[in-house]
Nanobody, 124 residues
C-alpha cells in the first residue's frame, strides 16, 4: 500500500511558477511509475505528466509541454512537478499517482494509488 501526499500548491499570477512535490511512503517507490493529473471545477481529471520508475523517460500532455517538468528522487521517495509560465487555464486540483512499471502514462485506470490533491490557482 502506497501513500502519497502532495504539497506546494497555492495562488500565483499568470506567467509565474510553482513547484509541486509528492512524498510517497508505504511501498517501494522505485518500483512505480509516477504521474501528475489535474482536475478543474466541472471537468474530468486529466493527465499532465508521467515519469518512469527509473526517471529515464517522461511524457507530457500537449497543453503543458515545454512549460512543466516532472522529475523524481528515488532516494527521497519524491516526485516533483515544476510548473513555469502558468496560465489561468492551469487552475485545478493537482494529484500525484503511482502506477505499475508497465504503465505508459495518460490512462487514469493504470494508476493504483492517488494522493489527496493540492490546489493550484492562477490569476489573470
Amino acid at each position: 500500500q502506497v501513500q502519497l501526499v502532495e504539497s506546494g500548491g497555492g495562488l500565483v499570477q499568470a506567467g509565474g511558477s510553482l513547484s509541486l512535490s509528492c512524498a510517497a511512503s508505504g511501498g517501494t517507490f522505485s518500483r512505480y511509475n509516477m504521474g501528475w493529473f489535474r482536475q478543474a471545477p466541472g471537468k474530468e481529471r486529466e493527465f499532465v505528466a508521467h515519469i518512469k520508475w527509473s526517471g529515464s523517460s517522461t511524457r507530457y500532455a500537449d497543453s503543458v509541454k515545454g512549460r512543466f517538468t516532472i522529475s523524481r528522487d528515488n532516494a527521497k521517495n519524491t516526485v516533483t512537478l515544476r510548473m513555469n509560465s502558468l496560465k489561468p487555464e492551469d487552475t485545478a486540483v493537482y494529484y500525484c499517482a503511482a502506477a505499475p512499471m508497465s504503465s505508459i502514462g495518460p490512462a487514469l485506470g493504470d494508476y493504483d494509488y492517488w494522493g489527496q490533491g493540492t490546489q493550484v490557482t492562477v490569476s489573470s
